[in-house]
Protein backbone atom coordinates (compact mmCIF):
# COMPACT_ATOMS: atom_id res chain seq x y z
CA UNK A 1 0.00 0.00 0.00
CA UNK A 2 1.86 3.46 -1.05
CA UNK A 3 0.92 6.50 1.09
CA UNK A 4 -0.50 9.20 -0.71
CA UNK A 5 2.21 11.61 -0.34
CA UNK A 6 5.08 8.92 -1.53
CA UNK A 7 6.54 9.44 -4.55
CA UNK A 8 4.57 7.93 -7.32
CA UNK A 9 5.13 8.15 -11.51
CA UNK A 10 3.16 5.62 -13.03
CA UNK A 11 3.60 6.51 -16.19
CA UNK A 12 7.35 5.76 -15.79
CA UNK A 13 6.90 2.25 -13.81
CA UNK A 14 7.67 -0.65 -16.18
CA UNK A 15 6.90 -4.01 -15.04
CA UNK A 16 10.99 -5.12 -15.17
CA UNK A 17 11.58 -2.07 -12.49
CA UNK A 18 8.57 -2.54 -10.39
CA UNK A 19 9.46 -6.17 -10.41
CA UNK A 20 13.13 -4.99 -8.97
CA UNK A 21 11.79 -2.78 -6.76
CA UNK A 22 9.70 -5.64 -4.96
CA UNK A 23 12.89 -8.04 -4.37
CA UNK A 24 14.72 -4.83 -3.64
CA UNK A 25 12.63 -3.95 -0.69
CA UNK A 26 12.41 -7.57 0.45
CA UNK A 27 15.96 -8.35 0.37
CA UNK A 28 17.06 -4.93 1.79
CA UNK A 29 14.19 -5.72 4.78
CA UNK A 30 16.39 -8.78 5.53
CA UNK A 31 20.01 -8.57 4.66
CA UNK A 32 20.47 -5.13 4.88
CA UNK A 33 17.86 -4.56 8.31
CA UNK A 34 20.44 -3.10 10.03
CA UNK A 35 21.16 -0.02 7.92
CA UNK A 36 19.00 2.70 7.45
CA UNK A 37 19.35 3.46 3.68
CA UNK A 38 21.71 2.41 1.40
CA UNK A 39 21.93 1.61 -2.76
CA UNK A 40 21.48 -2.06 -3.91
CA UNK A 41 23.48 -3.69 -6.51
CA UNK A 42 22.17 -3.41 -9.68
CA UNK A 43 22.17 -3.95 -13.51
CA UNK A 44 24.49 -0.68 -15.05
CA UNK A 45 20.79 1.09 -16.30
CA UNK A 46 19.16 1.89 -12.73
CA UNK A 47 19.88 2.90 -9.44
CA UNK A 48 18.12 1.03 -6.24
CA UNK A 49 17.93 3.09 -3.23
CA UNK A 50 16.44 1.35 -0.36
CA UNK A 51 15.38 2.67 2.99
CA UNK A 52 14.74 0.85 6.54
CA UNK A 53 13.58 3.71 8.02
CA UNK A 54 10.28 4.93 8.84
CA UNK A 55 9.53 7.43 11.33
CA UNK A 56 6.95 7.50 14.51
CA UNK A 57 5.50 10.76 12.04
CA UNK A 58 4.14 8.97 8.92
CA UNK A 59 4.20 12.04 7.15
CA UNK A 60 8.09 12.35 7.38
CA UNK A 61 9.56 8.74 5.00
CA UNK A 62 7.36 10.16 2.49
CA UNK A 63 8.51 13.88 2.46
CA UNK A 64 12.22 12.57 2.44
CA UNK A 65 11.66 9.92 -0.01
CA UNK A 66 9.80 12.57 -2.21
CA UNK A 67 13.17 14.95 -1.49
CA UNK A 68 15.04 12.27 -2.82
CA UNK A 69 13.34 12.01 -5.88
CA UNK A 70 13.98 15.43 -6.58
CA UNK A 71 17.41 15.83 -6.02
CA UNK A 72 18.02 12.59 -8.48
CA UNK A 73 15.97 14.33 -10.81
CA UNK A 74 17.61 17.35 -10.72
CA UNK A 75 21.13 14.97 -11.69
CA UNK A 76 19.13 13.43 -14.30
CA UNK A 77 17.37 10.44 -12.63
CA UNK A 78 13.90 9.53 -13.20
CA UNK A 79 11.95 7.68 -10.50
CA UNK A 80 11.08 3.92 -12.55
CA UNK A 81 9.19 2.19 -9.65
CA UNK A 82 8.80 2.09 -5.89
CA UNK A 83 7.65 -0.82 -3.61
CA UNK A 84 7.71 -1.41 0.32
CA UNK A 85 7.54 -4.43 1.75
CA UNK A 86 6.55 -6.12 4.10
CA UNK A 87 2.87 -5.16 3.69
CA UNK A 88 -0.23 -6.30 5.42
CA UNK A 89 1.63 -6.99 8.94
CA UNK A 90 2.40 -4.73 11.81
CA UNK A 91 5.62 -3.31 10.70
CA UNK A 92 3.53 -2.57 7.40
CA UNK A 93 6.01 -0.97 4.73
CA UNK A 94 9.53 -1.07 7.01
CA UNK A 95 11.56 -0.97 4.31
CA UNK A 96 10.70 1.39 0.90
CA UNK A 97 12.77 0.56 -2.63
CA UNK A 98 13.36 2.64 -5.40
CA UNK A 99 14.01 2.05 -8.60
CA UNK A 100 15.70 5.03 -10.64
CA UNK A 101 16.62 5.28 -14.59
CA UNK A 102 18.92 7.69 -16.13
CA UNK A 103 16.62 10.20 -18.17
CA UNK A 104 19.29 10.22 -20.95
CA UNK A 105 22.51 8.09 -22.18
CA UNK A 106 25.24 10.46 -20.72
CA UNK A 107 24.02 10.35 -17.31
CA UNK A 108 25.95 7.99 -15.28
CA UNK A 109 24.51 6.20 -12.33
CA UNK A 110 27.49 4.78 -10.95
CA UNK A 111 28.54 8.62 -9.98
CA UNK A 112 24.74 9.84 -8.09
CA UNK A 113 25.76 6.00 -6.09
CA UNK A 114 28.53 7.48 -4.93
CA UNK A 115 27.26 10.71 -4.06
CA UNK A 116 23.71 8.99 -2.21
CA UNK A 117 24.73 8.96 1.03
CA UNK A 118 25.80 12.95 0.66
CA UNK A 119 22.30 13.68 -0.76
CA UNK A 120 20.54 11.41 2.16
CA UNK A 121 22.41 14.18 4.55
CA UNK A 122 21.00 16.95 2.57
CA UNK A 123 17.77 15.94 2.65
CA UNK A 124 17.45 14.74 6.35
CA UNK A 125 19.38 17.64 7.64
CA UNK A 126 16.76 20.04 5.54
CA UNK A 127 13.72 18.13 7.17
CA UNK A 128 14.88 18.20 10.44
CA UNK A 129 16.09 21.84 10.33
CA UNK A 130 12.33 22.44 8.80
CA UNK A 131 10.56 20.97 11.59
CA UNK A 132 12.54 22.70 14.20
CA UNK A 133 11.86 26.00 11.91
CA UNK A 134 8.24 25.61 12.53
Do not use: C
Amino acid sequence: MTDSNEPTNIETHDEHAQEVAHAAAQYANTAYISSRRGTLPSDQHQLVVYDNNPYEDKARRPRQLAALVEALKARGAKLAAQAHYPSGVESDEYTAALVFKPTSGEIDLDEIDDEIGDIWGEIIRADFADLDNT
